[in-house]
């Protein structure tokens, strides 16, 4: 049986308690996206419906905590076979106990701890290498992570510009977190074209890529190291490391040939004063 669900966590969990209602163990999983239309295996369709979500993670919780914690950020991240490893950890939780929690090398916790720690290093890279433009009085950002870290990333920034109104767009995952008035918001975009730099934005980005180039002492240059701590795969989206085009008025990285850029239409332009509407959800 393969069960097809949104892609959601709540659509996980939903998964998980139609697993043990119907008495059915599932050998693949798919969202709805992803599924072929044609299977040589049956396939049940599973429908989010947040009181069995919340009664799967009730049970979680009530046996560990820390499972249910490891559970949710483990989700969030690019490993392999997610679901059916998410699904393994569950059962052994459930027929065990939370025992095995304490073991890291379990073949059930192994990969979940794995996963976590890459999803933990992409963040601690990401809380420094986000670069804020400013749109007509609003800020933007792109990145393009291999884990889904906008649900990670939110309180961070929305404290760090609490006062402000801005937006981070995940390439990778199609997702943009919103952030206006105190209330924030993340909804599926599947592409965005940032508008371009205005002229004052376009001579901070002079300034930044001044200060980035003049700041390193030539004599110490380390290119491996700068690798190190700076792999390449991020400075897609870096003001630093944009082509001259960036720093003028009317150009933007977005119409640069960067790996992945996103196609679609236009960003709306937001007047100064005025931000986007408040999001419904608030943090």
Request: aromatic letters at 12%.
């Amino acid at each position: 049986m393969v069960y097809e669900y949104d892609g959601s966590y709540n659509g996980f969990l939903c998964c998980i308690f139609e697993s043990y209602i119907n008495r059915e163990f599932p050998i693949a999983f798919a969202s709805n996206e992803e599924f072929p239309a044609l299977s040589l295996y049956s396939v049940r369709n599973v429908e989010t419906v947040l009181a069995h979500s919340n009664r799967v993670l009730r049970s979680i919780t009530d046996r560990s905590p820390r499972a249910a914690r490891l559970l949710y950020r483990a989700f969030h991240t690019c490993m392999d076979n997610k679901e059916i490893c998410l699904y393994r950890f569950v059962q052994k939780l459930y027929a065990d106990g939370p025992q095995f929690l304490r073991r890291p090398s379990d073949e059930a916790c192994f990969p979940l701890y794995k996963a976590v720690r890459h999803l933990s290093g992409e963040l601690e890279k990401l809380r420094g290498f986000v670069r804020f433009s400013d749109y007509s009085g609003v800020l933007g950002a792109e990145i393009q992570p291999k884990n889904r870290v906008l649900p990670f990333l939110r309180s961070h920034f929305c404290s760090r510009y609490a006062n402000e109104s801005f937006f981070l767009y995940d390439r990778t995952h199609g997702e943009l977190l919103l952030y206006s008035g105190g209330c924030s918001r993340i909804v599926q975009a599947d592409s965005l074209i940032l508008a371009p730099p205005d002229g004052q934005e376009a001579q901070y980005r002079k300034l930044w890529k001044t200060f980035f180039d003049t700041v390193a002492i030539e004599e110490r240059c380390n290119t491996r190291c700068q690798n190190t701590f700076l792999p390449k795969r991020y400075r897609s989206v870096m003001t630093e490391f944009q082509s001259e085009n960036a720093f003028n008025p009317g150009a933007s990285p977005a119409n640069e040939p960067l790996p992945s850029a996103p196609d679609g239409t236009p960003a709306l332009e937001i007047h100064p004063g005025s931000g986007p509407p408040a999001p419904g959800s608030c943090t």
